[in-house]
């Protein structure tokens, strides 16, 4: 290992959402404890960390102080303000945790974080697939200094992590450029359905892609389906896809246009769930 963890680490989860939730209990056989902190979330947080087996801590400063690892996993809009939490709760502590960066963000948001909290102390990670409560189907991409700390950390559980580089950032620009094919690429179907229907051309243009091979129904029922859901957060994915874009010179409006249909999808579900 090129830095030292205690054998059994604290880790603190923020937040225990979906995913959240799913990484916080992948860790439990590894760490000492697994905490989160309950301030300020929803009861819908509150309780998928009870059903992981979690430790509530009352606030982030408290969870920053305590953690060894810290893993920032929250929508993709809050997570340079969370970063700018833990650098607060941290300013003055002599052992710095290690603060992975697991959210869907551009690299200059990564390298950001990492000047912020100092590139040493932050393992850039990205997660292509769903909450892992099974082996098999989600990957986590590291990388950052510490990857190696990190990956050896989820030995054994369902997220198979897997080590990029030293570079901070490539790990999310790796999912920026997945984005934009799992996320990016759907919102056409939305925006296609709403000019079509606005024109008055729906039923015939649904007859057009038919006959011309498209399963337009499938395509356009599983986007609605799952935007009406995560559409909210979405946005925020789609913006940081695109600021990865255009830094380095190319075209951003595929992901811009899709975040402004996602944000038409509404709020998030009032449930929080
Ligand atoms: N779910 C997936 O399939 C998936 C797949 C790959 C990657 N990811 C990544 O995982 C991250 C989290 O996704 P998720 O599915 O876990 O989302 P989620 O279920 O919506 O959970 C988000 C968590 O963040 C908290 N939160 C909400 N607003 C916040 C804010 N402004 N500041 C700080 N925390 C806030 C929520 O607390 P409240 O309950 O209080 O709102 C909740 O605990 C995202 O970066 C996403 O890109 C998710």
Known sequence: MSTELPPRPVIGILHPGAMGASIGSALKGRAGAVIWADAG?????AKRAELADLVAVPD?????????????ICPPHAARDVAEQIAAAVDGREQRPLVVEANAVSPDTVAGIGALL???HVVDGAVIGPPAWEKGRTVLWLAGRHADV???LFAGTPFDARVLGSELGTASALKACFALQSKALPAIWLALDEAARSFGVDAELRGELAR???DYPAALGAVTAVAGTKGWRWVGEME???DAFAAIGLPDGFSRAAAEMYLRSGPPPTTGA
């Open 118 to 120: 100092g590139p040493e």
């Open 150 to 152: 990190i990956a050896e």
């Open 212 to 214: 011309t091979g498209v």
């Open 240 to 242: 940081q896809a695109a």
């Open 41 to 45: 979330r929803s009861q819908a947080t």
């Open 60 to 72: 982030l400063a408290s969870l920053a102080r305590r953690s060894d690892v810290i893993v920032s």
